[in-house]
């Protein structure tokens, strides 16, 4: 796959774990950069209420992730997956 095919997607050893489409209200440009990443936890209801406890906004995606937009962290996107 080319770079640009893969600027909308998110990777994980080499697999596609999100579609940035996926992700609501994010709009991410063709800029050289990380527009976001995937980390996987034990427990998505503690990563919430850590994060949210923190002052962090959290956003549930249509597949049932969580994460922070990247307005609140400078541009990068973090998503929050179970595993």
Do not use: W
């Amino acid at each position: 796959m080319s770079m640009k095919t893969e600027i909308n997607k998110i990777l994980h050893m080499g697999h596609v774990v999100h579609d940035m489409k996926t992700i609501p209200g994010e709009a991410f440009t063709s800029s050289p950069g990380f527009a976001g990443y995937a980390v996987k936890v034990r427990d998505l209801a503690i990563t919430r209420r850590h994060l949210e406890s923190n002052g962090f906004p959290v956003v549930e995606t249509a597949r049932g992730d969580i994460f922070v937009p990247s307005a609140s962290l400078l541009g990068t996107a973090l998503i929050f997956t179970q595993g």
